[in-house]
């Protein structure tokens, strides 16, 4: 995405020591319209996307359907690196690779009469220092059967933003292991939509356990002491909340 590589090599020169060891991640949407578009999306993404970009050292890159959410159908991926200028100048690597370019031509060569898909965006992350890197879930080699919940937190004011990421560190991490979640990712929004924001990606095996186990999360006697420090509830710091189901695409390796 070449405006995403030009605001976020702009913000490479603000980068200090402290980022080093944390992975950066681009959550790219595809929004499709039902019927062709899927299957062409799919194949691309499958045959091309991800094997030129895991040539590139991106990997593992995920690769989900949105079950349960606004505006489907629609694909979301997930690229994490170490190297920013890495993730932010793919696109135009992949560009220059024979491989992916054959592998692609459908997609790549669509006509504008019928477009391989509707419209895409994408955010630019870093993870948490608390949870630096992302997890693959303990069934993804197996192809065992998960679901993933993707979050979204907006907060007011770029105060409130810091304080909600603090909260987190403070705690957070451990209760979502304790109630049986598998942490995926955490990330704070360096450029996208809805600034400030951060997002974070939590998985289970299936639906039936997403209410047990948040009911688990919610009564968790440290999440109630963590939740309820005047640090933290002196004021909302959070001010709407996206949650969307996603399943895994059969290729995702994530």
């Not at 965006?121 to 608390?130: T, V, Y």
């Not at 992302?134 to 069934?139: E, G, K, R, W, Y």
């Not at 001010?239 to 994530?254: D, E, V």
């Amino acid at each position: 995405m070449s405006s995403l590589a030009a605001s976020a090599m702009a913000a490479k020169a603000g980068q200090n020591s402290t980022d080093q060891g944390r992975e950066y991640y681009e959550l790219r949407r595809y929004h499709m319209e039902s019927g062709p578009q899927q299957k062409l999306t799919n194949s691309f993404v499958a045959d091309a996307l991800i094997p030129g970009l895991n040539r590139l050292g991106i990997k593992p890159v995920g690769a989900f359907n949105l079950d349960i959410g606004p505006e489907t159908p629609c694909l979301f991926l997930l690229l994490p690196s170490m190297s920013l200028e890495t993730l932010v100048t793919a696109e135009l690597r992949l560009w220059q690779d024979e491989e992916y370019l054959k592998s692609g031509s459908a997609f790549l060569n669509a006509p504008a009469t019928q477009p391989a898909y509707v419209r895409a965006e994408s955010s630019l992350l870093i993870a948490f220092e608390g949870h630096p890197r992302l997890s693959v879930t303990p069934v993804t080699a197996q192809h065992g059967p998960r679901v993933f919940q993707l979050r979204t937190y907006e907060s007011p004011s770029n105060q409130d933003h810091r304080r909600k990421v603090e909260m987190f560190h403070s705690g957070e991490f451990d209760v979502f292991q304790r109630a049986g979640f598998w942490q995926v990712f955490y990330g704070d929004t360096l450029m996208g939509p809805r600034l400030p924001n951060l997002t974070y990606m939590l998985s289970f095996p299936d639906l039936s356990e997403l209410n047990a186990k948040w009911k688990a999360f919610g009564s968790d006697p440290d999440w109630k002491k963590l939740n309820t420090s005047p640090k933290f509830n002196y004021e909302s710091i959070v001010s709407n909340i996206t949650n969307l189901i996603l399943s895994p695409a059969s290729y995702s390796q994530i």
